[in-house]
């Protein structure tokens, strides 16, 4: 079965730099989730997006923006990066309609901030 | 606010044994609660979700139960194996799906 999909799976940056996080969702799922895991951390929710519409934000800083676009793939744009910016990324998706939330999460985005 | 505590943090069995994992949540007006596992930097395995008016749920030697009235789901695992080893995290959802998440139970299962 299809499978939620992250790229790229480990991403190097320097300080003050940019980074575009991508996120594919399984098909014909119509919501995507994005959480940040610190080292040691449990994940913390980012900003949901039902129907390419933002339904829910979370701790999400001001440099950081994300999309859902036509096709239910999903960007996470981080500007200014900083050091605490290093973590897993992850990316979730369900089906709304199904009335269950079933979350099921991509393998993540290492991000490494140097 | 939400919050989600898991206890213990650390559990450390030997093979065969069965073991229970604790989850508690201030809030009990939750959507659905799920347990997933996360080997080490790796991403995170739905094992089991449970919804509101659910007691529990059933798959292989996983067990979980919900109590949401006392804010509380225990984990179940029957005979544990090596191959069991790994964090276990509970997370609860609200009506917009997002999941908050407790900080995990790493469980080490030895040979």
């Known amino acids: 079965a299809a499978g939620v999909i992250q790229s790229p799976r480990h991403l190097i940056k320097e300080k003050r730099e940019t980074a575009t996080l991508k996120c594919y969702p399984i098909?014909?799922?119509?919501?995507v989730y994005w959480y940040q895991q610190g080292p040691g951390q449990d994940p913390q929710f980012l900003i949901s997006?039902?129907?390419?519409?933002?339904?829910d934000k979370g701790s999400i800083p001001d440099r950081f923006s994300a999309q859902q676009f036509s096709d239910y793939h999903s960007e996470l744009n981080m500007s200014s990066l900083e050091l605490g910016d290093s973590a897993l990324y992850f990316c979730?998706?369900?089906?709304?309609?199904?009335?269950?939330?079933?979350?099921?999460f991509g393998p993540g985005t290492r991000l490494t901030v140097l | 606010k939400q919050e989600v505590t898991q206890i213990p943090a650390a559990l450390s069995v030997p093979e065969g044994e069965n073991l229970v994992l604790n989850c508690s949540f201030t809030?009990?007006?939750?959507?659905?609660l799920q347990w997933f596992r996360q080997d080490p930097g790796k991403g995170l395995t739905s094992l089991l979700l449970?919804?509101?008016?659910?007691r529990e749920q059933t798959s292989g030697r996983l067990n979980a139960s919900l109590d949401k009235s006392s804010g509380r789901s225990t984990l179940y695992i029957a005979a544990s194996q090596p191959g069991d080893s790994a964090t276990y995290l509970c997370?609860?959802?609200?009506?917009?799906?997002?999941?908050?998440f407790g900080q995990g139970t790493t469980l080490q299962v030895k040979p």
């Open positions: 997006f039902y129907e390419k519409m933002q339904s």
């Open positions: 098909p014909r799922h119509d919501t």
């Open positions: 997370a609860v959802s609200g009506n917009t799906g997002k999941l908050i």
């Open positions: 809030d009990s007006a939750i959507y659905n």
């Open positions: 449970i919804q509101s008016s659910q």
């Open positions: 979730a998706s369900s089906l709304v309609t199904t009335w269950t939330y079933t979350q099921y």
